[in-house]
């Protein structure tokens, strides 16, 4: 019998209107490209294949545009494709990078080369509090702080680094990871933690982002010590999101939250990144009040007492008046 002898297949090639919706299969979206959604069948996620589908052109009439990350129920087509015809509800979607539903993001950070910068890590915890998603903080390149063959200056310092952040970011309650790409050192601990998440890696160049996804996933040789992705390495090396299948979860293969500026940050966002600040802003004299000078601030007082980390609060008035300045210039 030949396939186009089954009137049914027949009409279903010809009017996408007629697919049978009951058949639909769920999905996600694991990358986007020229038109095309590459979809990872959810009853198949052992094998590495995915369907290549075009979406049904009902989302461009309702303004939706399927995202990377997207949860979406998809109809295979009779070559092999498929088409999406339904988007699920979106928990969470990034603008920079473009995905939908990442829910953890991993704060990576050297304990050395690049060396540790706590006004950075802050930032960017500043720009994944606000953006709504779980932060996890990791600290790479462990094996310095005991190589023999390094500098004994280099490991204290690593050391250093290592109790500089427990001390800080664990009393806050932020989870922290000790990792060695190297030496494959805590690399499945957070393996475990990643798992049944949509993630994205964020964190300075250098800090061994690419190095760590290898260690993670068998397999995967993503290029590491790139200079710099400013220009690209060649003409067609377009820049897209994918999400890298890491048995049980997925990582966004993106420098996430490269855009590190204060646009899209009002100054009561400022004290929410700040967890501690957060917490404590209900207990300040005056509502609204910006933990500079007021008086009544539980923000100040609590900093006096020894029990706000000096530190943060300094990021904090660093960050206040770069916002400020910057809305000065628009
Ligand atoms: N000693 C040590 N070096 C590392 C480790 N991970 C990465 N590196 C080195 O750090 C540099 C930057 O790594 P890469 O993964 O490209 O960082 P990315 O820019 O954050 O993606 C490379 O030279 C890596 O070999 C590690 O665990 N230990
Ligand atoms: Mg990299
Ligand atoms: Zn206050």
Excluded: W
Excluded at 75 to 87: A, H, I, Y
Excluded at 91 to 120: G, Y
Excluded at 171 to 187: A, D, K, P, Q
Excluded at 288 to 298: D, I, R, Y
Aim: hydrophobic residues 35%.
């Amino acid at each position: 019998m030949s396939k186009t002898s089954n009137p049914r297949k027949h009409l279903q090639k010809n009017n996408e209107t007629t697919t049978d919706s009951s058949a639909s299969l769920q999905g996600v979206i694991v990358k986007a490209l020229s038109g095309y959604y590459y979809v990872q069948p959810q009853h198949d996620r052992i094998s590495s294949s995915t369907v290549q589908c075009r979406a049904r052109g009902v989302f461009k009439n309702r303004g939706l545009t399927p995202l990377v990350g997207d949860d979406v129920l998809y109809v295979p087509t009779e070559n092999g494709e498929g088409t999406v015809v339904e988007l699920l509800p979106r928990h969470s979607e990034l603008i920079r990078p473009a995905v939908a539903n990442v829910d953890l993001a991993i704060l990576v950070f050297s304990v050395h080369e690049p060396a540790l910068n706590l006004q950075l890590l802050d930032k960017f915890l500043l720009h994944i509090e606000h953006a709504g998603i779980q932060p996890v903080l990791c600290l790479s390149k462990q094996d310095l702080s005991h190589d023999p063959n390094s500098k004994e200056s280099l490991q204290e310092e690593a050391l250093k680094s290592i109790e500089e952040v427990t001390r800080i970011y664990s009393n806050l309650g932020y989870e922290i990871y000790g990792t060695s790409s190297v030496e494959h050192e805590g690399i499945s601990p957070l393996h475990e933690r990643l798992k049944g998440h949509v993630s994205v890696f964020a964190g300075q160049s250098g800090v061994g982002k690419s190095s760590l996804l290898n260690a993670l996933v068998p397999g995967l040789t993503l290029e590491t010590n790139e200079i710099s992705n400013r220009l690209g390495r060649g003409k067609h090396t377009t820049r897209h999101v994918e999400l890298i299948d890491i048995g049980g979860g997925y990582v966004a293969d993106t420098p996430g939250f490269s855009q590190l500026d204060f646009t899209e940050l009002g100054i009561s966002d400022l004290a929410y990144g700040f967890i501690e600040m957060r917490e404590l802003a209900p207990e300040c004299k005056f509502r609204g009040c910006s933990h500079v000078q007021e008086p009544g601030c539980a923000v100040l007082e609590q900093l006096a007492a020894g029990k706000i980390e000096a530190s943060r609060h300094e990021h904090y008035i660093t960050f206040l008046a770069e916002l400020k300045d910057q809305k000065r210039r628009y």
